[in-house]
């Protein structure tokens, strides 16, 4: 009977601690656009073909990431690098809170390593961008005048195979009061990619008036803080020791190839955590 008695209260335990944990995860996940899909964007920094390298190795991540989770990627746009990894490429990733789990992924991203590109096999620094922006879909109030935009259409150069490259489908939009640039080349129709590019340009234009509204309300509450995209979150470092190690939060894995596998939940999960207890710390001193 006893033994009955303390069975039930595990089980109670286990329960209530399931309970607590999607809890948590509701209150990390209440986000305006916590709960879209997201628009991840990657582009190389300087340092060449070790740059461009390394941005194929984050796209490689996070495709390994959704596979492992749950969640759907499609590559909307892909230019490979002129001597190994990309020089540009763009995911749509769907599926429940997309962007409430990527959204921490945003900013730049910096790799220690012995270049394989390097004879003298020194060790390089490198630098990548991740831009995460959730897709938009519905009650977005933002108007673009045509006459902003230059459209230019070409050959599609990334995954798609032979039927794609035949014409001039791809497209890419330049918002030239902004100088935003957006391109999609998966489709093989031309008004296809055009609708993806304009939908992206409007998550774009709407983020980016929603940072300056806050960076408003910052200036006016006193509050002090970096909303710089450029701004380094993550270092990976694969020698002289191996560190992965988040430059906001502070947590850390020294298991580098497991990282690069995908499997990143755990700097996800923090970085949920921290940016919770920031927010609501910042609205209490308000």
């Known amino acids: 009977m006893d033994q009955d008695i303390f069975v039930d209260a595990d089980q109670q335990l286990i329960a209530l601690s399931k309970d607590f944990d999607a809890f948590q995860k509701n209150l990390f996940y209440s986000g305006k656009y916590d ?3 997201a628009i991840l964007e990657f582009h190389p920094g300087a340092g060449g073909t070790e ?15 959704c596979e492992a989770y749950g969640f759907h990627y499609r590559v909307m746009d892909f230019i490979e690098g002129e001597e190994a990894g990309i020089s540009s490429a763009t995911l749509l990733v769907t599926g429940k809170n997309a962007y409430g789990n990527l959204r921490g992924e945003n ?7 012995i270049s394989p590109f390097d004879a003298g096999g020194s060790r390089h620094t490198s630098f990548a961008s991740v831009s995460v922006v959730p897709e938009i879909k519905e009650g977005i109030d933002i108007k673009i005048n045509p006459t902003d935009l230059r459209i230019d259409t070409y050959h599609s150069s990334g995954a798609g195979g032979q039927n794609v490259n035949k014409t001039e489908s791809a497209v890419r939009i330049t918002h030239l009061p902004t100088g935003i640039v957006v391109s999609c080349q998966i489709e093989r129709d031309q008004l296809a990619n055009k609708e993806f590019c304009m939908a992206m340009l409007k998550s774009k234009l709407f983020q980016l008036e929603e940072k300056k509204r806050q960076a408003e309300m910052d200036k006016l509450g006193g509050v002090k803080k970096d909303i710089s ?8 470092v694969f020698c002289p020791y ?3 190690k988040d430059h906001r939060d502070d947590y850390s894995e020294v298991n580098v190839q497991s990282v690069m596998d995908g499997n990143i939940q755990g700097f996800i999960d923090n970085y949920l955590k921290w940016d919770f207890k920031r927010t609501h710390s910042a609205k209490k001193t308000a």
């Open 35 to 37: 709960s879209e899909d």
């Open 107 to 113: 900013g730049v991203h910096r790799l220690v390593r």
């Open 229 to 236: 995209f450029s701004s380094q979150i993550r270092s990976y």
């Open 51 to 65: 740059a461009h390298d390394w941005a194929g190795m984050l796209l490689r991540m996070y495709e390994r990431y």
């Open 242 to 244: 191996t560190l992965v």
